[in-house]
């Protein structure tokens, strides 16, 4: 490996490691409620966030393939450090709808572009085998870098409310700082059409059916993600009578084997090949949540414990396999993009739900729910996957 791709590939672990140290998330539930909004508005936010995901996430992708992913990255990082102002000066409803509404402008800058920079990348120099290690490294490190600050945050906001959102603005800021390291990518990589059609764009899905049961199957594993680890995450430990400050605590428990599933994503292939891997990975996620309804505080913990090291396994896994099925590199950010359009257009309809779950007292039914719903949509989605010949003739990459 060349000293160029090394450099480069610390940058982006910088990049990813400053960019997802969102200090704030295991309390700013408990923030917002301090503050004086309602459980109805917290949500409403939510699903007001995810949205303007939906609605941000193609024209982004588009951008990115035509002006280049490190734009895209570059100006993501600036807006997500700004946002973190948001909940300090203005400490509203609006200012918090404002907060999340630019939180998914720059998430949807980053979201297709920074998968795309580094395959894309890895790809110009012979190393798109070494695509899921290093990704899962990326998102591993990011995450370590969580645990000391979720450990400490309850306290820390017991101390100054807005604390974790000045560290925040920090590490975000860090972040540009990294983007505007990451070299250009050379142009016979970078070359994007000026226009994507939306037949066009139909056309390379039709074409390629893997590709949509493996953006489907990536939308189970971000739901379920998202679901427990953000939007569920305080209402569960409140619901087993941990404290505010257990609240970091315990975030750092799961960030820490998440992060340890995302170290070591190639593990599974001793046993089964990355397809196999990642649905039994989300069943077992599933699996996980069922644990919680029936189970007191060691058992939460155990049962969080376990989703969380499932979910960083699967995570670069899937994205393997979804970056392998792409047909054209040229709309690699865009197609990326149509994947978290569905991941957050999901994700905005759960969200309107929870927030009536909650008030009406059925947690519980809830993650009970949510997970048979995902195992036999897995399930489905495993025959539909299988029964199609693009696997076969696209099989998954060894990282040797």
């Known amino acids: 490996m060349s000293q160029s791709l090394k450099q480069t590939i610390r940058s982006y672990y910088g990049f990813q490691f400053f960019f997802s140290l969102l200090i704030w998330l295991p309390i ?32 982004t992708g588009m951008i990115a393939d035509r002006f280049g ?16 102002l948001l909940p300090i000066f203005l400490p509203s409803f609006e200012g918090f709808l404002a907060h999340f509404l630019l939180i998914a402008l720059s998430r949807s800058l980053i979201s297709g572009a920074s998968s795309a920079y580094l395959y894309e990348y890895l790809g110009s120099h012979g190393a798109s085998a070494e695509y899921k290690q290093i990704e899962g490294r990326a998102r591993a490190y990011g995450l ?8 400490g945050v309850g306290a820390l906001m017991s101390w100054k409310l807005t604390a974790p959102y000045w560290l925040t603005f920090v590490a975000t800021a860090l972040s540009a700082v990294f983007a505007w390291s990451l070299p250009k990518l050379e142009q016979k990589v970078t070359h994007a059409v000026r226009t994507l059609p939306i037949a066009g764009l139909a056309r390379i899905l039709l074409d390629t059916p893997v590709l949509i049961f493996l953006m489907l199957q990536g939308v189970a594993i971000f739901v379920l993600g998202r679901i427990v680890q953000v939007n569920l995450y305080q209402p569960i430990l409140g619901s087993k009578a941990f404290d505010l400050v257990a ?18 994503p190639g593990l599974f292939r001793r046993w089964f090949d990355d397809l196999n891997s990642v649905f039994l990975l989300t069943v077992a996620m599933a699996l996980s949540i069922a644990i919680i309804p029936l189970s007191g505080q060691a058992g939460t913990l155990i049962a969080l414990s376990l989703f969380a090291l499932a979910c960083g396994f699967s995570f670069p896994i899937q994205r393997q396999l979804l970056n392998d099925a792409i047909p054209d590199s ?18 905005a309809w759960v969200a309107t739900l929870l927030g009536a779950s909650l008030a009406g007292g059925q947690l519980s039914f809830f993650l009970l729910a949510a997970a048979g719903i995902t195992i036999v949509a897995m399930f489905l989605l495993f025959l539909g996957l299988r029964a199609t010949s693009a696997i076969g003739r696209r099989p998954a990459r060894s990282l040797t």
């Open 247 to 264: 609240y970091g605590w315990v975030m750092a428990l799961m960030t820490l084997f998440e992060a340890i599933g995302s170290y070591y």
């Open 330 to 347: 040229r709309f690699r950010a865009t197609i990326l993009s149509v994947e978290s359009i569905l991941d957050r257009a999901v994700n």
């Open 69 to 84: 992913y490190r734009l895209c990255l570059r100006t993501g990082a600036v807006l997500v450090a700004l946002s973190n």
């Open 28 to 59: 700013f539930y408990e923030f917002q409620k301090r503050i004086g909004l309602s459980e109805t508005e917290i949500f409403s936010i939510q699903t007001y966030y995810y949205i303007a995901f939906c609605l941000l996430e193609i024209p």
């Open 144 to 151: 370590a870098g969580k645990i000391v600050f979720f450990a």
